[in-house]
């Protein structure tokens, strides 16, 4: 059986199309018609996802009327399985195909589960914030560029070399010039004083990166590390500004990753290949991948006895560590690829910034899908805007 199918922004009619209509318009029209005491109920169940919910999923595979960017020559482009990079300059009704991280308790009706939200650049720029900050290694660039991109910035590959040889901050302006986007090489984070006292900066995304030290140079590196956050955190605090900090875990390579074409959601599996060093190929033992979950742990257990009142924990490890596929080819199975998996750091932070700032989600799943030959598409209710937004495929109608 067909089901509703919207492209384009037109309805094409076949078979169940019209039902699949009729039950959209239907739900619609029983949400704005139930009695108050029955919203105000449902609204009181509703909420965000929280930490623990979110770590807690899969990758789904949706389908995109187009990329979310297109990275500038010099970047790897996002691959779509394999070790083959997306070919950029197709032209017409060409899908993106790709896969978007579903907390196991997200909505999928109107009555159960936490709201987990898709990234919105318009939302995330109207937050106010002036400046944010991503210390790290590689791993970080990668966020930080994927954040500009999708933000419709440019990007230059070359910015982080200049900032590791310069042992100095890079920044680009966006949303509308309102917001300062900071990134500064730093593979063991020794430069989070520059920063601080050069930038002053609201927010602060940090990450040790993929260099492999011992578990007490690692713990006397996240105390010291800390212990000046704590001192930025009191300073900004005192003076009035907003201020917030993010610590992303850090997601390990994956041996053999070209053999992969697919997401695996089954953690206790691919934690199983990450920790046989039989499958280790080449140069890749000494990275040490297989110490990175014991060594967020550590990060986690500093943070939870520091002084540090606004933090939030990204839980790079426990989404990405599903994703073997989608490494730069032919065989770097610690990078990624544009646009692809590091595009749910932004859903992440935003998630985390909106709880910050007390702000109401933006939308209500209603759980209706279509099938359509492969495409699964997912319709996204927005209460605020009274909008039906078929959003996998782009198509937005105005109740």
Known sequence: MDWLCIIGGRLKSKGGCLAGTFIAWAAFYYYYSVPSAAKLQYQAKFHYCTREEIRHGRWNEVALPEAPYVPPEGYYKGVHGGSVCDDFSSTGDVLFYTYEWVPHNSSSSRYGGCTFDPWNATEFCSLGWTSIAIVGDSLSWEHYSALLMTLGLHSDPNDQFVSRRGKKSIFTMGCNDTLKLIYQRSDQLEYVPQVIRE??????????????????????????????????????????????????????GHPQCETYTAPVNNITEIEAVIANKSLYQGNMMKFKWWQFKAQNKIMEDLLAQSTLQNYHVMDA??????????????????????????????????????????????????????LNGRMKTKFRVSRQLGQVCCWSVGYIGQI
């Not at 989404?319 to 590091?342: E, M, Q, S, V, Y």
């Open 199 to 252: 930038e002053n900066p609201q927010i602060l995304i940090l990450n040790k990166g993929s260099h492999p030290v011992s578990d007490d140079i690692y713990m006397a590196g996240w105390n010291q590390t800390i212990s000046i956050l704590e001192d930025h955190e009191r300073n900004l605090t005192s003076l009035g500004i907003p201020n917030l900090f993010f610590f992303r875990t850090t997601v390990p």
């Open 317 to 370: 490890y426990d989404i990405n560590i599903r994703r073997p596929d989608h490494h730069r080819p032919p065989a770097d199975c610690l990078h990624n690829c544009f646009p692809g998996k590091t595009e749910v750091y932004h859903q992440l932070m935003l998630h985390f910034l909106k709880i910050s700032t007390h702000l109401p989600p933006l939308t209500n799943n209603l759980g209706i899908y279509a």
